[in-house]
């Protein structure tokens, strides 16, 4: 069993910058993959950004253009995503999400159908 607890978000004017932290509790093990997701008001779910714990491998959704970046502190079982250049479409709810898989596994898709699941954390953007 894993918990994840995600803090963070809130609102921002467009181009402006934010963090969100994932604690992960419980049985985590260096094989995890890991990554954000966020979901729009009337949207699907989307990929923000996927990395494995193993190799720090990470993969990013197109939407992305470069402008957030996942990381971890293993030590502390935490992951980040840094947002800038926050875009009014970006506005979401934002979550953790955790699994044990393989490298070549590790991707947001396969990650989704069995991740464990952080709560959602608001993310506004202003225009």
């Known amino acids: 069993q894993v918990r994840l607890e995600v803090s963070g978000g809130g609102s921002v004017q467009a181009g402006g910058s934010l963090n969100l932290s994932c604690v992960a509790s419980g049985r985590v093990y260096s094989t995890y993959c890991v990554g954000w997701f966020r979901q729009a008001l009337g949207k699907e779910r989307e990929g923000v950004g996927v990395i494995f714990d193993g190799d720090g491998m990470t993969t990013y959704g197109d939407f992305v253009q470069g402008r957030f970046t996942v990381s971890q502190d293993e030590t502390k079982n935490t992951l980040y995503l840094k947002m800038d250049r926050l875009r009014v479409e970006d506005t979401a709810q934002y979550y953790c999400?955790?699994?044990?898989?393989?490298?070549?596994?590790?991707?947001?898709?396969?990650?989704?159908?069995?991740?464990?699941w952080s709560q959602g954390t608001q993310v506004i953007v202003a225009s």
């Open positions: 999400a955790a699994a044990q898989l393989s490298p070549n596994d590790c991707d947001a898709a396969t990650l989704a159908r069995i991740a464990y």
